[in-house]
């Protein structure tokens, strides 16, 4: 079964045992390790009321001042421990009054989830005017493959669709770039899809103690460009959007 045909509890449910199994064994990665920190120093400034959809052991935003919201027990517990303010929930539904938040961060999550249209709206709704929504998605439902069904995608997104799933839920893109650290490799790619398949375990732990740390060396600063980048042969996407 594919993973856009799964129940929305099945795909929960799936994406939790997939993130309790990643993050047992991993180390919480500080922001400001990530190329994203240029761009959230300067958003911070201006937003005191912060929000960040499931970080898992990879917040984006400081863990002083931030409200995170995720579903995997070992991620809270990181967050937890270094005092952040973090609580169990998910992005169809958030425990947050309207308008709560001035910056809202959603990296990597909206492809995870059955509705995404209900998502975008409760992201919408937990906004402030004028707050800032970064969020990242992958591209391109032809280049669908292995690692979109292991990993519990939903989806893969055409630019031009998304765009417009953010205009009806009031959000405009101001800005945008490449992202993402997936390999360009696909034999790379499949070496990795076998060994997660039959050695998960020992696959996840390579992956925190080895090729994560390798692709934070590797990382280049974001290369911004005014609305929409050209996304011809890009996998990923991160967006810059405002409520309007």
């Given at each position: 079964?594919?993973?856009?045909?799964?129940?929305?509890?099945?795909?929960?449910?799936?994406?939790?045992?997939?993130?309790?199994?990643?993050?047992s064994?991993?180390?919480?990665?500080?922001?400001?390790?990530?190329?994203?920190?240029?761009?959230?120093?300067?958003?911070?400034?201006?937003?005191?009321?912060?929000?960040?959809?499931?970080?898992?052991?990879?917040?984006?935003?400081?863990?002083d001042?931030?409200?995170?919201?995720?579903?995997?027990?070992?991620?809270?517990?990181?967050?937890?421990?270094?005092?952040?303010?973090a609580?169990?929930?998910?992005?169809?539904a958030?425990?947050?009054?309207?308008?709560?938040?001035?910056?809202?961060?959603?990296?990597?999550?909206?492809?995870?989830?059955?509705?995404?249209?209900?998502?975008?709206?409760?992201?919408?709704?937990?906004?402030?005017?004028?707050?800032?929504?970064?969020?990242?998605?992958?591209?391109?439902?032809?280049?669908?493959?292995?690692?979109?069904?292991?990993?519990?995608?939903?989806?893969?997104?055409?630019?031009?669709?998304?765009?417009?799933?953010l205009?009806?839920?009031?959000?405009?893109?101001?800005r945008?770039?490449?992202?993402?650290?997936?390999?360009?490799?696909?034999r790379?790619?499949?070496?990795?899809?076998?060994?997660?398949?039959?050695?998960?375990?020992?696959?996840?732990?390579?992956?925190?103690?080895?090729f994560?740390?390798?692709?934070?060396?590797?990382?280049?600063?974001?290369?911004?460009?005014?609305?929409?980048?050209?996304?011809?042969?890009?996998?990923?996407?991160?967006?810059?959007?405002?409520?309007?």
């Amino acid at each position: 079964m594919s993973a856009a045909a799964r129940t929305a509890t099945g795909l929960t449910e799936s994406n939790r045992r997939f993130y309790d199994g990643l993050w047992s064994n991993a180390r919480l990665i500080e922001p400001q390790r990530f190329n994203t920190w240029p761009l959230i120093s300067e958003l911070c400034e201006r937003a005191a009321r912060r929000l960040e959809i499931a970080p898992g052991m990879r917040p984006r935003l400081p863990l002083d001042g931030t409200v995170f919201l995720d579903l995997s027990a070992p991620a809270l517990r990181a967050l937890r421990t270094r005092n952040a303010n973090a609580a169990n929930g998910l992005i169809g539904a958030l425990p947050f009054a309207n308008a709560s938040f001035d910056l809202i961060c959603a990296f990597d999550i909206v492809e995870h989830v059955a509705d995404d249209d209900a998502a975008l709206s409760e992201l919408a709704r937990a906004a402030a005017p004028g707050a800032i929504l970064l969020l990242s998605v992958p591209l391109h439902p032809q280049t669908w493959n292995a690692f979109d069904e292991f990993v519990g995608h939903c989806r893969r997104y055409e630019p031009d669709v998304l765009a417009a799933k953010l205009v009806r839920c009031g959000f405009s893109i101001e800005r945008s770039a490449i992202y993402g650290m997936q390999s360009k490799s696909s034999r790379l790619l499949d070496l990795g899809m076998w060994f997660l398949k039959r050695h998960p375990r020992t696959a996840m732990r390579w992956y925190n103690r080895v090729f994560m740390p390798i692709g934070l060396a590797l990382q280049k600063p974001l290369q911004w460009r005014d609305g929409m980048i050209d996304t011809q042969g890009v996998d990923e996407v991160l967006l810059v959007c405002r409520k309007g």
